[in-house]
């Protein structure tokens, strides 16, 4: 007896049943597969990263400061009777915290009873200053920041500057959304080269030292990654000279390309 059209196409269906569902289980067991298994490249995260992380110095490794520093310092020196100083004498006490660095100028003793008011006045004064102009990105780094930012990297800043200033230099570069910890000297316990400010920030973020990197300029801030548990990272366009940086990082670049290939391997 022939079969009737609708017969035929059960028929037919029930034949392509077996490879449905053989489809249906290929699509399902992938899921638990690495995408690379299944002929896909795995997306771009965090955890792909070398860091979830990055904290950096302020003055001399983000922003260019010489001038705007230099001229507060002397304003406040010559304010109070001392002699001004060099551009040489300036980047030389930037390893300083800012009320130290005052005695060290004025008497070549850090803790000179007097440095901690200068301090206070170059601070009030340093923050009033500070502009696109006066305290400019180093070319490529509003590049580099986006590029890591966009892969999930978060960042943090930390500086033995005071807040004010760390707040008012990523202002000013229009950065401040992009930092979600911004630390200076007044906010912690211990400036660096101690690891205070870079551990507060960990915290702050909920991260641990270890998935994040330090990039700095001076010593102290190869000294205070190094105390804290994390990479550092020194560059060398900011204040100090290679030379001078080698002792306190295991690691060191020239340029803002070198860091992004640190970075971004």
Known sequence: MPLSQKAVARCRRCRLLPAILLGLWAAVSNRHQPLAAVGMSPPTTPY???HR?????????????????LRGTNAVLKKNGHPEITEAEYKDGTRFPTGERFGF???????????????????????????LETAPLFPGLGELLRELRSRGVRFGAVSNACTAYVRAALAANDLSDLFECQLGADEVSAAKPAPDGLLKCCQAMGVEPADCAYIGDAPTDGLAAKAAGMRGIGVSWGSHSSDSLAPAFPELVKTVEELGKALLP
């Open 53 to 69: 992380a990055v904290i950096w110095d302020v003055d001399g490794t983000l922003v260019e400061s010489t001038s705007l520093g």
């Open 105 to 131: 100028h004025i008497s070549g003793n850090p803790k000179d009873p007097a440095a901690p008011r200068l301090g206070k006045e170059f601070d009030d004064h340093y923050v009033q200053l500070v502009s």
């Open 48 to 50: 792909s990263l070398p």
